[in-house]
Protein backbone atom coordinates (compact mmCIF):
# COMPACT_ATOMS: atom_id res chain seq x y z
CA UNK A 1 0.00 0.00 0.00
CA UNK A 2 0.77 3.79 0.37
CA UNK A 3 3.51 5.03 2.15
CA UNK A 4 4.55 8.47 3.02
CA UNK A 5 7.64 8.39 4.80
CA UNK A 6 9.05 11.62 6.76
CA UNK A 7 12.26 12.58 8.16
CA UNK A 8 13.52 13.98 10.64
CA UNK A 9 11.05 12.57 13.32
CA UNK A 10 12.15 15.29 15.75
CA UNK A 11 13.96 18.69 15.71
CA UNK A 12 15.89 20.68 17.91
CA UNK A 13 16.90 23.93 16.92
CA UNK A 14 17.58 27.67 18.42
CA UNK A 15 15.47 30.33 17.95
CA UNK A 16 16.24 32.28 15.06
CA UNK A 17 17.69 29.15 13.02
CA UNK A 18 16.23 27.69 9.91
CA UNK A 19 13.83 24.21 9.74
CA UNK A 20 13.35 21.64 7.05
CA UNK A 21 10.92 18.80 6.96
CA UNK A 22 10.86 16.40 4.17
CA UNK A 23 8.37 14.09 3.07
CA UNK A 24 8.74 10.91 0.48
CA UNK A 25 6.15 9.03 -0.94
CA UNK A 26 6.01 5.67 -2.38
CA UNK A 27 4.07 6.41 -5.02
CA UNK A 28 2.89 9.31 -6.66
CA UNK A 29 0.59 11.45 -5.53
CA UNK A 30 -1.94 14.03 -6.87
CA UNK A 31 -1.40 16.42 -3.98
CA UNK A 32 0.38 16.99 -0.67
CA UNK A 33 -1.10 18.33 2.01
CA UNK A 34 0.79 19.91 5.34
CA UNK A 35 -1.28 20.55 8.69
CA UNK A 36 0.49 22.07 12.11
CA UNK A 37 -0.40 20.15 15.60
CA UNK A 38 0.28 22.19 18.40
CA UNK A 39 1.58 20.42 21.81
CA UNK A 40 -2.12 19.42 22.92
CA UNK A 41 -3.93 19.89 20.13
CA UNK A 42 -5.24 18.99 16.80
CA UNK A 43 -3.95 18.76 13.33
CA UNK A 44 -4.84 21.71 11.53
CA UNK A 45 -4.31 22.47 7.60
CA UNK A 46 -1.44 24.51 6.53
CA UNK A 47 -1.54 24.05 2.76
CA UNK A 48 -2.10 21.75 -0.07
CA UNK A 49 0.16 21.85 -3.37
CA UNK A 50 -1.03 20.40 -6.23
CA UNK A 51 0.96 21.25 -9.62
CA UNK A 52 4.21 19.31 -10.17
CA UNK A 53 7.17 21.34 -9.12
CA UNK A 54 5.09 23.54 -6.96
CA UNK A 55 6.47 26.31 -4.36
CA UNK A 56 4.29 28.25 -2.02
CA UNK A 57 5.30 30.72 0.40
CA UNK A 58 2.59 31.30 3.73
CA UNK A 59 5.46 34.48 5.63
CA UNK A 60 8.44 32.45 6.53
CA UNK A 61 7.21 28.83 5.21
CA UNK A 62 8.07 27.85 2.39
CA UNK A 63 6.52 24.39 0.86
CA UNK A 64 7.46 22.94 -2.18
CA UNK A 65 6.00 19.46 -4.35
CA UNK A 66 8.63 17.23 -6.35
CA UNK A 67 8.48 17.19 -9.61
CA UNK A 68 7.57 14.06 -9.52
CA UNK A 69 5.06 14.61 -7.25
CA UNK A 70 6.53 11.91 -4.86
CA UNK A 71 7.88 14.21 -2.55
CA UNK A 72 7.85 17.97 -0.62
CA UNK A 73 9.27 19.87 1.80
CA UNK A 74 8.26 22.77 4.34
CA UNK A 75 10.96 25.07 5.58
CA UNK A 76 10.99 27.61 7.85
CA UNK A 77 13.08 30.84 8.01
CA UNK A 78 14.00 31.94 11.62
CA UNK A 79 11.58 30.22 13.62
CA UNK A 80 10.29 31.38 16.26
CA UNK A 81 9.15 29.68 19.62
CA UNK A 82 5.65 30.15 18.35
CA UNK A 83 6.60 27.28 15.49
CA UNK A 84 6.76 24.46 17.91
CA UNK A 85 4.72 21.52 17.72
CA UNK A 86 4.63 18.65 15.19
CA UNK A 87 4.65 19.17 11.37
CA UNK A 88 2.75 16.74 9.55
CA UNK A 89 3.11 15.73 5.59
CA UNK A 90 -0.31 13.68 3.90
CA UNK A 91 0.25 12.75 0.56
CA UNK A 92 -3.23 12.33 -1.45
CA UNK A 93 -4.09 10.18 -4.23
CA UNK A 94 -7.32 11.01 -6.80
CA UNK A 95 -8.89 8.62 -5.19
CA UNK A 96 -10.00 9.65 -1.98
CA UNK A 97 -6.92 8.31 0.03
CA UNK A 98 -4.75 11.01 2.36
CA UNK A 99 -1.95 8.74 3.96
CA UNK A 100 -0.20 10.50 6.52
CA UNK A 101 3.72 11.07 7.21
CA UNK A 102 4.95 9.78 10.65
CA UNK A 103 5.45 14.00 11.49
CA UNK A 104 8.42 16.03 12.48
CA UNK A 105 8.22 17.51 15.70
CA UNK A 106 9.68 21.02 16.35
CA UNK A 107 11.38 21.96 19.31
CA UNK A 108 12.76 26.13 19.37
CA UNK A 109 14.97 26.65 22.59
CA UNK A 110 14.78 30.85 23.03
CA UNK B 1 -19.87 27.26 13.84
CA UNK B 2 -18.19 24.25 15.82
CA UNK B 3 -16.69 22.72 13.33
CA UNK B 4 -16.10 18.78 14.68
CA UNK B 5 -16.71 17.95 17.99
CA UNK B 6 -15.41 15.44 20.03
CA UNK B 7 -17.08 13.63 22.92
CA UNK B 8 -15.73 12.70 25.42
CA UNK B 9 -12.35 14.69 26.15
CA UNK B 10 -11.13 12.45 28.14
CA UNK B 11 -11.88 8.34 28.91
CA UNK B 12 -10.32 5.75 31.22
CA UNK B 13 -11.28 2.12 30.76
CA UNK B 14 -10.32 -1.48 32.23
CA UNK B 15 -9.83 -4.00 30.03
CA UNK B 16 -12.37 -5.50 28.06
CA UNK B 17 -14.75 -2.86 29.17
CA UNK B 18 -16.67 -1.36 25.81
CA UNK B 19 -17.53 2.90 24.61
CA UNK B 20 -18.55 4.87 22.08
CA UNK B 21 -16.68 7.84 21.05
CA UNK B 22 -19.28 10.66 19.26
CA UNK B 23 -18.14 12.74 16.39
CA UNK B 24 -20.05 15.51 15.99
CA UNK B 25 -19.56 18.21 12.20
CA UNK B 26 -22.15 21.05 11.69
CA UNK B 27 -20.07 21.88 8.30
CA UNK B 28 -22.18 19.79 5.69
CA UNK B 29 -19.51 17.59 5.05
CA UNK B 30 -19.93 14.35 3.36
CA UNK B 31 -17.06 12.45 4.35
CA UNK B 32 -15.97 11.73 7.88
CA UNK B 33 -12.75 9.79 9.27
CA UNK B 34 -11.49 8.23 12.58
CA UNK B 35 -8.04 8.02 13.17
CA UNK B 36 -5.74 7.28 15.96
CA UNK B 37 -2.39 8.81 16.76
CA UNK B 38 0.17 7.07 18.71
CA UNK B 39 3.65 8.36 19.32
CA UNK B 40 5.96 8.18 16.30
CA UNK B 41 3.40 6.69 14.10
CA UNK B 42 1.71 10.02 12.49
CA UNK B 43 -1.89 9.52 12.26
CA UNK B 44 -3.32 6.40 11.08
CA UNK B 45 -6.63 5.52 9.22
CA UNK B 46 -9.30 3.12 11.20
CA UNK B 47 -12.85 3.86 9.18
CA UNK B 48 -14.30 6.40 7.49
CA UNK B 49 -17.22 7.25 5.66
CA UNK B 50 -18.27 8.62 2.20
CA UNK B 51 -21.96 9.68 3.20
CA UNK B 52 -25.19 8.81 5.73
CA UNK B 53 -25.16 5.68 6.09
CA UNK B 54 -21.99 4.39 4.50
CA UNK B 55 -18.80 2.80 6.33
CA UNK B 56 -15.94 1.58 5.26
CA UNK B 57 -12.53 -0.14 6.63
CA UNK B 58 -9.29 2.45 6.95
CA UNK B 59 -5.69 1.36 7.87
CA UNK B 60 -6.47 -0.07 11.46
CA UNK B 61 -9.48 -1.21 11.77
CA UNK B 62 -9.93 -4.43 13.78
CA UNK B 63 -11.13 -4.03 16.95
CA UNK B 64 -13.37 -0.66 16.00
CA UNK B 65 -16.98 -0.38 14.70
CA UNK B 66 -18.67 2.43 13.48
CA UNK B 67 -21.78 3.90 12.55
CA UNK B 68 -23.18 6.97 10.33
CA UNK B 69 -26.79 7.03 11.03
CA UNK B 70 -26.92 10.51 10.22
CA UNK B 71 -24.78 12.99 8.09
CA UNK B 72 -23.46 14.80 10.88
CA UNK B 73 -22.75 12.32 13.43
CA UNK B 74 -19.70 9.35 12.91
CA UNK B 75 -19.09 7.40 15.82
CA UNK B 76 -16.87 5.03 16.84
CA UNK B 77 -17.39 2.13 18.72
CA UNK B 78 -14.59 -0.42 20.51
CA UNK B 79 -16.94 -2.98 22.12
CA UNK B 80 -13.85 -4.88 24.08
CA UNK B 81 -11.47 -2.44 24.77
CA UNK B 82 -7.78 -3.67 24.95
CA UNK B 83 -4.52 -1.94 26.17
CA UNK B 84 -3.70 -1.49 22.93
CA UNK B 85 -5.86 0.50 21.70
CA UNK B 86 -4.64 3.36 24.34
CA UNK B 87 -4.59 6.13 22.27
CA UNK B 88 -5.68 9.59 21.19
CA UNK B 89 -8.47 9.23 18.81
CA UNK B 90 -8.99 12.00 16.29
CA UNK B 91 -12.41 12.66 14.51
CA UNK B 92 -12.10 14.65 11.05
CA UNK B 93 -14.50 15.85 7.89
CA UNK B 94 -14.41 17.37 4.71
CA UNK B 95 -16.38 18.30 2.21
CA UNK B 96 -15.35 16.59 -0.98
CA UNK B 97 -13.13 13.43 -1.10
CA UNK B 98 -10.53 13.12 0.95
CA UNK B 99 -7.23 12.74 -0.69
CA UNK B 100 -8.02 16.09 -2.39
CA UNK B 101 -9.81 18.22 -0.10
CA UNK B 102 -8.56 19.68 3.03
CA UNK B 103 -9.70 17.49 6.40
CA UNK B 104 -10.86 19.59 9.43
CA UNK B 105 -10.16 18.19 12.73
CA UNK B 106 -12.17 17.63 16.13
CA UNK B 107 -9.80 18.41 19.10
CA UNK B 108 -9.31 14.74 20.26
CA UNK B 109 -10.65 12.09 22.68
CA UNK B 110 -7.94 10.69 24.98
CA UNK B 111 -8.73 7.32 25.89
CA UNK B 112 -6.31 5.15 28.46
CA UNK B 113 -7.17 1.02 28.45
CA UNK B 114 -5.76 -0.23 32.08
Known amino acids: GQQVMQIPQYQHVQEGEDFTTYCNSSTTLSNIQWYKQRPGGHPVFLIQLVKSGEVKKQKRLTFQFGEAKKNSSLHITATQTTDVGTYFC??????????FGQGTILTVHP | NAGVTQTPKFRVLKTGQSMTLLCAQD?????MYWYRQDPGMGLRLIHY???????AKGEVPDGYNVSRLKKQNFLLGLESAAPSQTSVYFCASSYSVGGTDTQYFGPGTRLTVL
Open chain 1, 90 to 99: AGGTSYGKLT
Open chain 2, 27 to 31: MNHEY
Open chain 2, 49 to 55: SVGEGTT
